[in-house]
């Protein structure tokens, strides 16, 4: 039986506001890691995992290319790490 829409595919056809791949996927690493800060830092009182959760959080909001997204993920990541006391 043919399929209703005929031969049309959809592949390589990309809305010009939709994001990549890779900036999806970075979209949703970059959150999951921030819930677990987040999760991480309310359980324990620690205020500066919290808000790099949140942030993590945020930040692919604000940014669509791959590159800077990493860049950016990476150094809100390392913050609580490099600011421990």
Excluded: D
């Excluded at 309310?42 to 669509?64: K, W, Y």
């Excluded at 791959?66 to 990476?74: F, V």
């Amino acid at each position: 039986m043919a399929s209703p829409l005929g031969s049309f595919t959809v592949e390589g056809i990309r809305t010009p506001g939709m994001p990549s791949t890779t900036v999806l996927l970075l979209n949703v690493l970059l959150g999951s890691i921030g819930a677990g800060y987040m999760v991480y830092g309310r359980r324990n009182n620690h205020l500066l995992a919290t808000i790099c959760g949140l942030l993590l959080m945020v930040v692919p909001a604000l940014i669509s290319a791959p590159l800077p997204l990493l860049l950016a993920g990476t150094a809100v990541m390392a913050v609580p790490f490099l600011l421990r006391g």
